[in-house]
Nanobody
Framework: QVRPVESGGGLVQAGGSLRLSCAAS????????MGWFRQAPGKEREFVSA????????YYSDSAKGRFTISRDNAKKTVYLQMNSLTPEDTAVYYC????????????????WGQGTQVTVSS
């Protein structure tokens, strides 16, 4: 089991940057792919980015591509999401999650979720 805990959210102006962190307890962190999802008010949870456990291959949603960067540090059991060029449309609660399944872009296959961290981008 991996228990993710997010941090790093906050209020930022449009065009600014934030770095989210997700510290995960559990001895088998390196065996889990990690993903970031977000949920804005009145909207469904959506995929943002993921990184595989075995080869560090990364995946991004169309909205995140070119602006966000996911990375992981297995020694620190932490995954990061660097978010640049933020817009008000990025405002949401961001969730970190862990999966040992293949389909890393689908929330359905994640079974370990953090509590989320709020990101608010002002115009």
């Amino acid at each position: 089991q991996v228990r993710p805990v997010e941090s790093g959210g906050g209020l930022v102006q449009a065009g600014g940057s934030l770095r989210l962190s997700c510290a995960a307890s559990g001895r088998t962190f390196s065996n889990y792919s990690m993903g970031w999802f977000r949920q804005a008010p009145g909207k469904e949870r959506e995929f943002v980015s993921a990184i595989r456990w075995n080869n560090n291959r990364t995946y991004y949603s169309d909205s995140a591509k070119g602006r966000f960067t996911i990375s992981r540090d297995n020694a620190k059991k932490t995954v990061y999401l660097q978010m640049n060029s933020l817009t008000p449309e990025d405002t949401a609660v961001y969730y970190c999650a862990a999966t040992n399944r293949t389909f890393v872009q689908l929330a359905y296959f994640y079974n370990n979720w953090g509590q989320g961290t709020q990101v608010t981008v002002s115009s």
